[in-house]
């Protein structure tokens, strides 16, 4: 496989939902070595497809199901086709209307959901690859059936489509199943073990974009199933890969930032399952939060000589915080005892950044006894900087 190219790999921003961003959006991955049709004549048309799939959404949206009387016919022959990128298109025709004319696709989707997951082992990259997509379109509608008529097939499928060989396939079934996971929520618990163990096998296989979308989906499921994750064979899978993670990137990777919001959710869900793992993640936390307090003082004091900090750093290192906060409740008392955590509060409560604000209050908020005294007289000290 080969290795991602930096330039490939989209700048990450706090708090974006990597799953939320389709196929419409003109996003292009690196292509592999194996993939015989994806040379870059491919990839032209394959981004020219999308744009039109992006006017076929937007018309979809406008027309609702008026649209599908000149397009099913096309749409039901285009599927059918012998020739693998006429199929293709079609697949991804059926994913863009979906928003606009779901009222009007479900008589049909009994018949064109086996057919999509079918679609998903299609020897073509290209076929997979947006296969994942247009079934996640779908999702809202598969979790109202009965689990065993699409679902647990559908997880299966999409399990083995995260361990392709292929870099693109595995990060359109990751933000597929993310999709899933949203709309499916308690309906995986059957599923969990087998879920979480293709997450832990593809820590071992994924590369830099996969893994960032894979942090995606593991905290997407956390905030699903909640309470239910915190089971002792559960996380025996899930933390260790994550902690490996934690402790190989650097205070200034920003590829913390999935890492610190992944992190938050699992924390959140665990609750007392995450304490054997929170000393650590903590002092780390207040790390963050003091190297960008003290660099954003340098900045402002000497503003020749420094530049002023990336606050994302403190702000995921703050949402970790709270996530803990509101899962451990009274077991994170004796870190916020032995810690200056107070204080960095009250200097983060009074950040000219409003997101910086923001998140120091919601610790503070989600905190237990064992911390709300102090926080209350903070909430009084620095209630003005709220306004």
């Known amino acids: 496989m080969v290795p991602d190219n930096e330039q490939d790999i989209k700048p990450r921003f706090h708090r974006a939902k990597t799953h939320q961003q389709g196929y419409l959006n003109g996003e292009k991955g690196a292509p592999d070595e194996d993939d015989d049709d994806m040379d870059d004549e491919a990839f032209a048309e394959w981004n020219l497809r999308k744009c039109s799939a992006a006017a076929l959404d937007a018309l979809s949206n406008v027309y609702k199901d008026d649209i599908l009387t000149p397009l099913l016919p096309i749409l039901m022959q285009t599927l059918s086709s012998a020739e693998w990128e006429v199929k293709e298109l079609g697949i991804l025709a059926l994913g863009a209307v979906a928003e606009g004319c779901m009222n009007g696709i479900i008589p049909h989707l009994p018949q064109l959901v086996p057919f999509l997951v079918n679609s998903l082992s299609d020897k073509k990259t290209l076929v997979r690859s947006i296969t994942c997509w247009t079934l996640s379109r779908y999702a809202h509608w598969i979790v109202t059936q009965p689990a065993d008529q699409y679902l647990k097939t559908l997880v299966t499928e999409l399990l083995k489509r995260m361990l392709d060989t292929n870099k693109r396939v595995q990060e359109a079934a990751c933000s597929a199943f993310a999709t899933l996971e949203e709309e499916a929520c308690t309906e995986l618990l059957p599923y969990l073990k087998f879920i979480l163990t293709t997450f832990f ?150 950040d000219e950044m409003s997101e910086v604000r923001q998140s120091s209050f919601r610790v503070a908020r989600r905190s237990n006894q064992g911390m709300l005294p102090a926080c209350e007289t903070l909430h009084q000290r620095t209630r003005p900087s709220t306004c």
């Open 201 to 350: 096998e593809a820590f071992k296989k994924y590369q830099h974009k996969s893994l960032l979308i894979l942090y995606d989906a593991i905290g997407t499921l956390a905030d699903s199933i909640g309470f239910h994750l915190n089971n002792q064979e559960y996380i025996e899978i899930l933390m260790p890969p994550l902690i490996a993670k934690w402790n190989n990137l650097k205070d200034d990777d920003k590829d913390l930032f999935p890492l610190l919001e992944c992190l938050s959710s699992i924390a959140t869900a665990l609750g007392t399952g995450f304490v054997p793992y929170s000393e650590p993640v903590y002092q780390r936390c207040l790390l963050l939060i003091q190297k960008t307090l003290t660099a954003s003082m340098m900045a402002a004091t000497q503003p020749d000589q420094y530049e002023k900090p990336d606050k994302d750093f403190m702000i995921v290192a703050l949402d970790l915080l709270s996530g803990m906060a509101e899962g451990m409740e009274s077991h994170i008392e004796g870190h916020v005892q032995n810690s200056n955590i107070l204080a960095l509060l009250y200097q983060c409560m009074q």
